[in-house]
């Protein structure tokens, strides 16, 4: 389904596109044949996408658009091997506890941390080797609501 996604990527023979239900498929650019879909089918929880992928050596990064109400699990940033579908790597929008920003949510419980998501495509310096994307809004908006009040609350509006 192409309804609000943003772009595709083209690399090599493949064409790859972002689903609006949260799947990452890669398509023969030739046939247009299905070469793979990832098994990520969590579009109920929150997840979706609003943009598409970046393709850098042989590598598909594609951020979330996590929904407000789907949780902190949905809110990430994920590589996939442009080959197979595999995923390699995945950061998390919204740390979880222990890691490195969970303090800058003043307590606010994992479970209630919610809407970090990349609504953007990300964007790569090949001099630098290193992949920007930039982030939302936590959920809900106000500091006070949410019970963050002077917290940073990382990694929201953020470039990461």
Known sequence: EVRGTRNIAIAGDRIYHLTA??????????????AWATPETAGDRGITHSAGPLVVDG???????????????????????????REL???HTIPRPGEPG??????????HRQHVG????????????TIYWGTSVPAPSLEVV???PGGDVLYSNSTV
Do not use: C, M
């Open 21 to 34: 239900d949260a799947y990452l498929i890669a398509l023969d650019a030739r046939t247009g044949a299905l």
């Open 146 to 148: 949410r019970g963050t």
């Open 59 to 85: 590598r598909v990064i594609s951020g979330r658009g996590a929904a407000p109400g789907g949780g902190p699990e949905v809110a990430y940033i994920a590589a996939h091997d442009a080959a197979t579908g």
């Open 118 to 129: 990349s609504w953007g495509v990300g964007s790569y310096d090949r001099a630098l080797d």
């Open 89 to 91: 790597w995945r950061f």
């Open 102 to 111: 969970d303090e800058t949510w003043n307590g606010v419980p994992y479970a």
